[in-house]
């Protein structure tokens, strides 16, 4: 009997269906999994100005595909990248203004706060996008912002 004095659950007008609840917990478990870690790194990489950054290749990929969704936004513009292997060897090339995105070396420099990963963190995925196509130009010049003549329900239907 607890919890039905701890909760509202079951109450027609003071709960959401269990079901409900979770559909929405696993939404914003799905985001904080995958879209999070990538806005820290835009964070992480706009506080880094005339500084270095050492980085594998892993992680100089996934930069580049950042700056393929954000072209103008000058996120590595001013960042040193040097590029090493992400292993204990490469621990000895760093000091403590550098900036680092390495994920396994990142265990042995804990709470530095030139270190993009923390304690627990995960690995962010490679292929956060989709390469453009020629169809996607095509459908945005046929589109009813592009072509006058089209009204936007022709868009979407």
Request: hydrophobic share 40%.
């Amino acid at each position: 009997m607890a919890i039905k004095e701890l909760t509202n659950i079951g109450e027609k007008d003071k709960s959401i269906s269990l079901k409900s609840f979770i559909d929405l917990n696993l939404k914003l478990t799905t985001a904080y999994k995958s879209e999070l870690p990538i806005l820290k790194l835009i964070k992480f990489l706009s506080n880094i100005k005339n500084k270095n950054l050492f980085t594998d290749t892993y992680h100089y990929e996934l930069l580049k595909e950042l700056l393929l969704l954000y072209p103008s936004s000058n996120l590595i513009k001013d960042i040193n990248i040097i590029l090493v292997e992400d292993s204990l060897d490469s621990l000895s090339l760093i000091s403590s203004d550098d900036f680092i995105l390495l994920y396994n070396l990142s265990i042995y420099i804990k709470n530095v706060e030139g270190n993009f990963y923390k304690e627990n963190s995960k690995i962010i995925k490679l292929k956060i996008l989709n390469r453009l196509s020629q169809s996607d130009i095509e459908q945005i010049l046929a589109s009813y912002e592009v072509n006058l003549s089209k009204r936007i329900d022709d868009f979407f239907i």
